[in-house]
T-cell receptor, first 112, second 114 residues
Framework: KNQVEQSPQSLIILEGKNCTLQ??????????LRWYKQDTGRGPVSLTI?????NTKSNGRYTATLDADTKQSSLHITASQLSDSASYIC???????????FGKGTSLLVTP | KAGVTQTPRYLIKTRGQQVTLSCSPI?????VSWYQQTPGQGLQFLFE???????NKGNFPGRFSGRQFSNSRSEMNVSTLELGDSALYLC?????????????FGPGTRLTVL
């Protein structure tokens, strides 16, 4: 069964600190992995997308990594800001049909 | 360029009623997908429409249905509402609707069933 597990479920960090969110998946055959940021009361916004051959992708202070062998991805946030407070969702697509597998997200709170 | 819009933003219904939600995609996008988001289950895929045809469907009962119009606008209908249908309903649009396409989400419709 295709699954996407995210950890931690929630995280609180001080403004200016770095943090790393994890995503482990069992989706096969793998097509791509995407990280979304969802602010409270808004729809998700795509941060990065990675295919099998990519192992790092950056978007400003956000850097996603992918290890297709171990089926793990991480999202690293550098020098966190209060605006980074949001839910971060990992979505893994299978390379067969239209199959989107969603993690339940990590809720990040950045405090002053 | 205007983003994805959803109406209404908030809705309160009682059990047994039906509800229709609307989604206007980004201009030029032909694919519209619908999702249900709850704290316990996270995001779950409902269905995807492309050029007025339902191409893909998630594992939801037949009470959940949708349609897409020739201008790519889409509606989602839920009949015989149950308490468990309380959720944030999100729609997303993209050019082709493939999983490699970037989906742009609307702000969602918050449905509360009493």
């Amino acid at each position: 069964k295709n699954q996407v597990e995210q950890s931690p479920q929630s995280l609180i960090i001080l403004e200016g600190k770095n943090c790393t969110l994890q995503c482990n998946y069992t989706v096969s055959p793998f097509s791509n992995l995407r990280w979304y940021k969802q602010d409270t009361g808004r729809g998700p916004v795509s941060l990065t997308i990675m295919t099998f051959s990519e192992n790092t992708k950056s978007n400003g202070r956000y850097t996603a990594t992918l290890d297709a062998d171990t089926k793990q991805s991480s999202l690293h946030i550098t020098a966190s800001q209060l605006s980074d407070s949001a839910s971060y969702i990992c979505v893994v697509s299978a390379n067969s049909g239209y199959a989107l597998n969603f993690g339940k997200g990590t809720s990040l709170l950045v405090t002053p | 360029k205007a983003g994805v819009t959803q109406t209404p933003r908030y809705l309160i219904k009682t059990r047994g009623q039906q509800v229709t939600l609307s989604c206007s995609p980004i201009s030029g996008h032909r694919s519209v997908s619908w999702y249900q988001q709850t704290p316990g289950q996270g995001l779950q895929f409902l269905f995807e429409y492309f050029s007025e045809t339902q191409r893909n469907k998630g594992n939801f009962p037949g009470r959940f249905s949708g349609r897409q119009f020739s201008n790519s606008r889409s509606e989602m209908n839920v009949s015989t509402l149950e308490l468990g249908d309380s959720a944030l309903y999100l729609c997303a649009s993209s050019f082709w609707g493939s999983t490699a396409d970037t989906q742009y989400f609307g702000p969602g419709t918050r449905l509360t069933v009493l």
